[in-house]
């Protein structure tokens, strides 16, 4: 008999305030929701929405999971009459897993993903329900340009927004071994199809599995709140699975280490789980300034620790390598400020439509300001220009974005003159 074994996990990420995203791994049903629609809004149709799932006690039929999904979007659509509420919406991409049968149902509705991990080739089993996947799907745009576009963001369907939603649903045979990934596009921006299949076929259990991901999403930016539910098909009647499971005991993880996300802040010298340009790790106490490669900057104290004894030539070049590291640290500072104030977006405060020079939620230690308050209110807007108010898409010049608020004031006025 075939039995699902699970694991669900959310992050804020490394840019966001607040969590807009919610998981649900529950025997019976599985469930990732990405919320939209304001700081409080966003939240509470996500947070609506798994509750819904989560109060499903038994394994829903296709048909029944349909319904939980409509019933979800009723809930939030019936909430969203509250004015603090409007233009709130989620996504949802939820399984339910039929062992019976050897069957997984999946349902979706927005940008949040499913991904079906066989044989060690990963397959997106969902479509997005977004602008940029129908732009690829008209042929306008490449798949490489639909990760970077700038409107990436901006979904097509979603729960809450009206009274009958449309939903995709997927029938899919399962076998022992096979891996199932439920994501927000917190992941699926920040993380390429490579490295999360490299993670799948790497990760043992399904909770080292979550944490890795979530991990691969952090180090990649986190711009987003991140979600991913894995789910694993096992057999334990099947004499090959007790064996698989027996070696997946023993064989260890390499990545096991970079589970804790405190090891993106102080990696170790040489873990070879972290790319990138990571900074910190002590040099040895001698040695350490023989070695090749660039020197490790942004720990000047490992210098002073130099033994007394050195000769004046290691000294001159110690000097030269804290020097390097001085410059490193001043350019990293540099490109962080030109970063974080390089870009403007159009946001709500306190109900007016605001044009901030900075990224949303700020970088670091750098708050986007305020650049021109608009006069143009929400309340104003229509349901679809809180919408995209509430992406806070990001344009790289004032014009930009300025005329973007234009564009929505335009809609705005058509609707209010129909
Ligand atoms: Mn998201």
Redesign the pocket.
């Known amino acids: 008999m075939l039995r699902l074994a699970g694991a669900a996990s959310t992050h804020v990420g490394q840019v966001r305030k607040t969590n807009q995203?919610r998981v649900l791994f529950s025997p019976v049903v599985s469930a990732v929701a990405?919320g939209m629609g304001g700081h409080r809004g966003g939240e509470q149709a996500a947070a609506i929405t798994i509750d819904t799932f989560g109060q499903v006690s038994e394994r829903l039929s296709k048909a029944g999971l349909l319904d939980t999904v409509r019933a979800a979007n009723k809930a939030v659509y019936d909430e969203s009459e509250r004015p603090e509420l409007r233009g709130m919406g989620t996504t949802i991409v939820a399984a339910v897993f039929h062992p019976g049968e050897r069957r997984l149902t999946m349902v979706n509705v927005g940008d949040s993903r499913g991904y079906r991990f066989r044989d060690g080739e990963l397959r997106q089993v969902t479509v997005d329900h977004s602008l940029v996947e129908e732009l690829v799907q008209q042929g306008r745009i490449s798949e490489e340009d639909a990760q970077s576009h700038p409107q990436r963001?901006i979904v097509t369907r979603a729960l809450g927004l009206g009274a009958e939603v449309e939903i995709d649903v997927f029938e899919l045979d399962v076998v022992h071994g096979d891996r199932f990934l439920l994501c927000?596009?917190?992941l699926s921006n920040e993380a390429s199809s490579e490295a999360i299949t490299d993670c799948l076929a790497e990760a043992p259990d399904p909770e080292v599995a979550a944490q890795e991901l979530i991990e691969l999403a952090v180090v990649g930016g986190g711009r987003?709140?991140i979600s991913v539910v894995v789910l694993d098909v096992i057999d334990d009647e099947d004499p090959a699975a007790v064996r698989d499971a027996a070696e997946s005991v023993r064989r260890p993880n390499p990545r096991a280490v970079a589970a804790a996300l405190e090891t993106v802040d102080a990696p170790q010298v040489g873990d070879d789980s972290l790319d990138g340009p990571v900074s910190g790790g002590e040099l040895p106490d001698d040695g350490g300034l023989e070695t090749n490669g660039p020197p490790p900057v942004a720990e000047p104290r490992s210098f002073a620790a130099a033994p007394p004894s050195a000769v004046q030539r290691d000294r001159h070049r110690s000097r030269l390598v804290a020097l390097a590291a001085v410059v490193t640290v001043l350019v990293a500072f540099l490109g962080i400020n030109w970063f974080a104030s390089s870009a403007y977006f159009a946001s709500e405060d306190a109900g007016e439509v605001v044009i901030f020079k900075g990224r949303p939620g700020g970088i670091l230690w750098i708050d986007p300001e305020v650049e021109e308050r608009t006069g143009l209110t929400v309340e104003e807007l229509t349901p679809a220009g809180v919408q995209k108010l509430e992406q806070e898409l990001e344009w790289t010049s004032f014009d930009d974005a300025s005329d973007f608020v234009d564009q929505l004031e335009r809609i705005a006025d058509i609707e209010s003159e129909s």
């Open positions: 995203d990405d963001n927000s596009d917190g987003d709140n």
